[in-house]
């Protein structure tokens, strides 16, 4: 049986990348970004040249109930994570002292509660 593998960030850069080495290696994937239009297209590419399954589950991880909603809507469908690539994130330049914190820290528990959740469902503690 295929395994399966959930991608955030996946509608670019090395998201993207690592979608495509997944998709070559077999596993079945989950793929997770903002765009829908963006993993819609990359959805229906990757399958013509990989006959796996491809689910897009648009999110904005940003948003507090994001990475609950994405569990659940995953268990939904009985699907079984073994690979988890947490890779969703915003590159920022300038004094760190000036930096978005705000964003930041939005951003920094909702891609680690995602981690807790799907830790948890493969039994580790977090
Ligand atoms: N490239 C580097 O040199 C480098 C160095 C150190 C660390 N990193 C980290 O590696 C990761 C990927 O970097 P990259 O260069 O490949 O970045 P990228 O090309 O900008 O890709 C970022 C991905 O994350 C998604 N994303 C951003 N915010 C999101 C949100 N709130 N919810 C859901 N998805 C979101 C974007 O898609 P949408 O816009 O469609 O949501 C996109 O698919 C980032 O976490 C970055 O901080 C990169």
Redesign the pocket.
Known sequence: MRKTALI??????????LTKVFAKNGYNLVL????AE??KIISEEIKKRHDIQVKVI??????SP?PQELYDEVAADGINIEVLVN?????TYGKFTDSILSVINT?AY?YFMLLCVHEKNNDFRC
């Open positions: 955030t960030g996946a509608s670019s850069g090395i998201g993207y990348e997770v970004s903002r765009n963006k993993l648009p999110k904005d991880l940003c948003k994001a890779n969703a994130g915003i590159g951003c909702n």
